[in-house]
Structure formats: C-alpha cells, structure tokens
C-alpha cells in the first residue's frame, strides 16, 4: 500500500521513477517532498474507481464458467488491440493524401484552359522544329514537288547542303520509326567519301550536324582539304541510335586551301559566281550524280546549264555573228609567290629584295615563263648572323588544242 510513510522512505531517483511508471505529469521537475505528494493522491484516486473486472461484475448477473472466461480475455486484449488498430490505421492514411493532392493538381491542369493551351503550344513548336517539309519548297512554286538533297562547295573549308523534302517522305518517316520518332530529331549526317568510290563501305561518318524545321539549307564546315564529301539527311533517334535517311546529296570534292587565296576569298553571291560554284561542286564532271545540283541551278538561274560557254550564251549564238570572222582566244599564266618569316627580316627573290608586311608576311606576284625556272628565296636576319634559302622549281608546258566547230543547227 502506498503511504506518505512508506514513500518517505525511499530516495527521490526512485520516487521519479514511480511516478514517472505511473504517468505522474510534471514528475521530472518536482521535488521529492512533491513527488510523495503526487503519488498519494494517485493512489487514493485509483482506489476509489472501480475496476474492469469489479465493473463488469456488477453490471452483469453471475455467468458460467465459460463466459466469465471469454470476458477475461477480451478484457486483457482491449488495451493491446487499440494501438495497433490505431498504428494500422495511422500507417495508411500516411500516403493518402499525397494521391489526393496529385490527383486534384491533375484534374486541375485539366480544366485550366490556360495550362491545357500552353501545353498545345510546347507540343506545336516540337513538331514545327521535327518538320523538315514545312518550308522546302520556297520561292519557287512551279518548282517540282519531289525530294532532293543538293551539296555545294563554296570553298575549301565551307559546303552549303540545300534539300527538298515532301510532306509524305515525312509522314512514311513517322511510320516507319514507330516509338522511336517521339525522341527523333532532325539530323545533317556529314559523310566522307574515301579516293577509292563512292560505295558505302567506302564512306565514314564525320558528325551528325542537328537541323530543325522552316529552313533548306545549312552551311557545313569541315577540316583537312582536299576531301570527299556527300550529306544525308534524316531523323536520328538518341535512344537508341537509329537513323532513319530521307535522302544522300551529290558527292563533292573541297579544293586545296591554298586554291582560294587572297584574289577569291570573300565572294558569298552564289548567283554572282555560279560557275565557280557549280565546277566546284562536280557540275562540270564527266562522270557523277550531279542531275539534282544542275536541276537547283537551273531553277534558281532560270536558264540551262551545260558547259560554261553554252550556259552564258547558248549555241544559237552563232547564227547571230558574222559568217566570217576571226575568235581570238589567249591565255597566259602568273604565279603568286607568298609566305612569312620575323618582320625585321630581310627577303630576296631572285636576288631582287621584297618588302615585308607589318606581320612579316609578303606576296609576290612574277610572270611564268613558257619554260622551266628555278627561283631562289633568301630569308636573312637583320644582323645577317643567320640566313635560309628556299628553292621553287617551275615547269610550264602549254598545250594548244585543235579548235572544235559545232553545227548550230544540233
């Protein structure tokens, strides 16, 4: 029995204890003379109410053996039922409103017409960029409708690819990818073609240049003239790696670096220089595809294109000159001799001395002879302490061919 007496004996940890056992609130913070206290009035508290067992006793008539039994146990499950139940209970409502706060967030992106629009517009402007057929065919109307890919050389470094592309190439491009079209993007596959042909098991991948939709041309550098080049153009699935061709260009050949110096290197007029152009890019070529470059040519400039004196003037033009006279043709040759060394050097050629650039650069300009010439090239410090030399051997051997007539008439 718990007395004040009894308590009294005993030390204050474990009176803390006691009440702390018996759910005395505030117990960590009292005193032992309060804690004797508290656990008196706990224990009068209780003997006053009655029990379970005393309760269940005198609510209800005496019973058999069996009943009183069943009570019993149900009397000593009741407290241990109840936290579980209520653990369960509380361990699944855990999730559930985080579901309901997704699902109503869902329902309402549904109904606002402002998110349901701005998501039209994102799913419009990736198929805007995917479309490749959306504005191929431009200025050019009565231009047939079909697919091409035109490659062109502008100069050693620079190719400018110009393709064509139906609106049902696209459509059999989206069914044959499946799935894959959802993550295909619009590629430039740069090629390049090795000496030996134009097989495929003569080409080597360079890089795939990504594209988009509303244009037709594309400006392609590469690296390393002379080479051998042709584009393909197609969707490229990122996944998984697949491409999927909508058409090869013409094979092209980029001209040596030193082919487009100073005289010719800042000419962008396609128009301006087409015969350039069009040599550049194999128009001119016995041997080649070269139908689809002479066909965008021929649209763009509006006239036929064949070899350079039939496409400027034509072969009726003949019947207008007088039957007789005289066609004069010349032609001659230079050479452009450049290079650079310290810009305090001196530099003779031929033993004549040449003046340098503020950079040390220099070019010279001298006749070429119908003969071989042997041109020395003296570099000296301005000290004089050290000196190079550099020998140029050149051979010119002009041929003149028999002239060639043709009949106006054919």
Known sequence: MVTTASLNTRTAKDLAEMAKKRGVSGWHSMRKDQLVRALVRLAKSKAKKPTVRAAAKKSRPASSPTRRAAAKSTAKKLPVAQPKMAKRAKSHAGPKPRIAAKAKAKAEAKANPRIQKKIAEIRARLERARDLAAKTIDQHPAAARRDRVVLMVRDAFWLHAHWELTRPTIERARAAMGQDWHVARPVLRVLQVADTGTTNASERVVRDIDI??????????????????RVEIGYLAGASGRFHSLGRSNLVTTPKASASGAIDQNWADIAANFDKVYAMSGG???????????????????????????????????ALLPSEGHFDFEVDAEMIIFGSTRSDAYVAIKGEPIRLRDDGTFTVRMSMPEAREVIPIVASTSDGVEQRTVVLSIDRNTKIMEPVIRDANT
């Open 212 to 229: 988009h939709g509303g244009v037709n041309n594309w400006y392609i550098d590469v690296q390393d003239p002379p080479k051998n080049f």
């Open 284 to 318: 001119y070529a016995e041997t080649g595809d070269n139908t689809e470059l002479r066909e965008l040519f021929e649209e763009r400039l509006r006239r036929p294109m064949g070899s350079p004196m039939v496409t400027r003037f034509g072969n009726g033009v003949r």
